[in-house]
């Protein structure tokens, strides 16, 4: 079956790994637009294939056709335009798992615009300093009434002390609408704020008295399914996506992407995901995260797979399985955390005869869980490895075997390097910084730099060399293994102690529900690993169960790393991504 992504690379069929790193290229042609060089193209010759599919955890469900996704953004790209959003106009899209996700981000890449992902747990603050870094000039938001509440409260604090290119302009409200062309009433929310006169809203809800709320899809419907490619719309360099990492360690990022940066995930997407033409692949990923560009939009559609969405405010095993099984989900993506609640499951209750291939990112992967989801089900997990600025730079490729924990060896395009503390290339089996060295190619897909912040874009990406901030080792076949943060690693006693392995052993003891590896100064070692813990449901802090998990991680690993330092605690601090802010713990110890 032929797929779009054939006519953007050297080949597609590789017959070993070598032969796949050597050769396999991405070719970019000129003012590349995924909107309509590959959506709008899909449209006109498989109009009636399917694209996407969605439901949501109450039993709605819509699907859509390549021809109902360029009508959709013909339509919101006219909606967009009337409103005054331009080439270049930043505009912010917070839309959970809502279908209106997909042809909404498509109009703002055919206006030339730049989209700016982002998740419903904002807070205003955070909304405030994501506003006032990149002058957002509109905001396209769900109709939830804490959401739009938190946007109002945005614009009121950016009046008084913003310039002009800090004022929200527009603010759009997307009503629970749950199928094409379905009349369903507003919510609470947004018949409070609708005005579609132009008038300020004057609601408890919308009182800011600033820029009205419109109804979207009221728009939408009344506007042209027809929108014409403009004469200039972009050229390669222009800023397409600009994401806010999570700031686990200081304030959130700006990583901007250019418009060839959909063609670097025709690599994730058939490499690494292994998404088969026809089917349907379901990345558990919130649009307002990078991981969604991965798996759920470019590389999927560029390789000829449908989009699936699961729409759902609180993750429940047993219901995700039960929507892989029903909507025979062919590939599958998830963070490590999900493969764990998942194995805890009596699997052989669903049919899984659909699914073919599984990958897994975001942290290391446990070695039982590795094992327990391939007896589950035949399949064996692919890891990989990537970052906002990047994408899959490290990955489990098809000729590849897995090793479990292991995030496997370098994509193509990518001239990786271990380096260590005196910026020397490490042997194998020596830690080191993963770097990327840029001097002779530089990577399809990864970033321009940080958005107005050179001198943060020059602290790691220096004298072509692209500091990635994590450190990794080799084995004797060419694998890379995850080792921490170059901030998180530890060294106690003139050893190096990776955080991830300490935390990955702790998890296998039913005691431990989360956990985090930190150091500690002391006057002898240096400093000593401490493990800040929650427990599991059922179990009770105590000096016998500290000891019961120090010697299980000296039983596992070196015991050198086990942890000296025990404390159990509620929760741990995180990012609104949910990664665990190990600074934060750390600046808690008083260690700087």
Aim: glycine share 8%; hydrophobic share 40%; proline share 5%.
């Amino acid at each position: 079956m032929s797929i779009m992504a054939e006519r953007y690379v050297s080949r597609l069929d590789f017959d070993s790994y070598e032969d796949f790193y050597q050769h396999f290229h991405v070719k970019i042609p000129d003012n590349f637009n995924f909107a309509y060089d590959v959506m709008d193209e899909l449209a006109r010759e498989k109009p009636n294939e399917r694209a996407l599919v969605w439901c949501d955890e109450k039993g709605a469900e819509a699907e859509f056709t390549y021809a109902d996704l360029k009508g959709l953004s013909d339509q919101a790209a006219n909606v967009l335009v009337n409103a005054g959003v331009h080439r270049g106009s930043p505009i912010m899209l917070i839309l959970q798992r809502r279908w209106e996700y997909w042809p909404i981000l498509l109009a703002l890449h055919k206006i030339g615009a730049v989209a700016i992902p982002a998740t419903h747990l904002l807070t205003a603050k955070d909304m405030v300093y994501r506003c006032m870094a990149a002058d957002v000039a509109g905001i396209i938001c769900v109709d939830d009434e804490k959401v739009m509440k938190r946007v109002d409260e945005t614009e009121a604090k950016l009046k008084p002390e913003a310039g002009e290119g800090c004022k929200l302009k527009l603010k759009f409200f997307v009503r629970s609408v749950h199928t094409p062309g379905e009349v369903a009433s507003a919510g609470r929310a947004a018949k409070a704020c609708v005005d579609l006169d132009g008038e300020k809203g004057a609601s408890p809800v919308c009182g800011s008295g600033y820029a009205p709320w419109l109804d979207f899809k009221a728009l939408l419907e009344k506007a042209s399914s027809d929108f014409m490619r403009p004469v200039k719309v972009n050229v390669n360099e222009d800023s397409m996506l600009l994401y806010f990492t999570s700031g686990t360690t200081g304030m959130p990022k700006m990583v901007q992407h250019n418009f060839a940066y959909p063609l670097g995930h025709i690599l994730t997407a058939k490499y690494w995901q292994r998404v088969i033409p026809g089917g349907l692949h379901l990345t558990v990923a919130e649009t307002g995260w990078a991981k969604a560009a991965w798996g759920k939009i470019y590389g999927q559609w560029l390789c000829g797979t449908g989009i699936f969405v699961y729409d759902f405010d609180r993750f429940v095993p047993t219901a995700m399985l039960k929507v892989i099984a029903k909507y025979k989900i062919t590939t599958f993506c998830a963070p490590p955390t999900i493969y764990r609640f998942f194995i805890k499951e009596n699997l052989s209750r669903y049919d899984f005869s659909a699914l073919k291939n599984c990958t897994v990112a975001g942290e290391p992967l446990n070695p039982e869980i590795y094992e327990q989801f391939k007896e589950g089900t035949g399949i064996k997990l692919r890891e990989c490895y990537g970052q906002t600025e990047l994408t899959v730079t490290i990955g489990t490729f098809p000729w590849l075997e897995p090793k479990p924990g292991s995030m496997g060896k370098p994509s193509p395009g990518y001239d990786i390097d271990l380096l260590n503390d005196n910026g020397a290339s490490c042997g194998m089996g020596e830690e080191g910084q993963i770097v990327v060295r840029t001097d002779k190619r530089k990577p399809v897909g990864m970033f321009g730099g940080y958005y107005r912040d050179q001198e943060l874009t020059e602290s790691v990406w220096r004298h072509g060399i692209y500091y990635t901030g994590d450190v990794a080792w080799r084995d004797e076949d060419g694998y890379l293994w995850f080792v921490g943060r170059a901030d998180d690693v530890i060294k106690s006693s003139g050893y190096r102690i990776g955080p991830f392995e300490v935390e990955s052993v702790l998890h296998e003891h039913p005691a431990v529900l989360e956990c985090a590896i930190t150091s500690v100064p002391d006057p002898d070692r240096g400093a000593v690993v401490k493990a800040t813990i929650v427990l599991a449901k059922g179990w009770i802090p105590s000096d016998t169960l500290k000891l019961e998990l120090q010697n299980h991680v000296k039983k596992i690993t070196a015991p050198y790393k086990y942890p000296r330092i025990v404390e159990f605690v509620a929760e741990l601090p995180k990012t609104i991504s949910g990664k665990i802010r190990r600074v934060k713990i750390r600046e808690d110890d008083g260690v700087h």
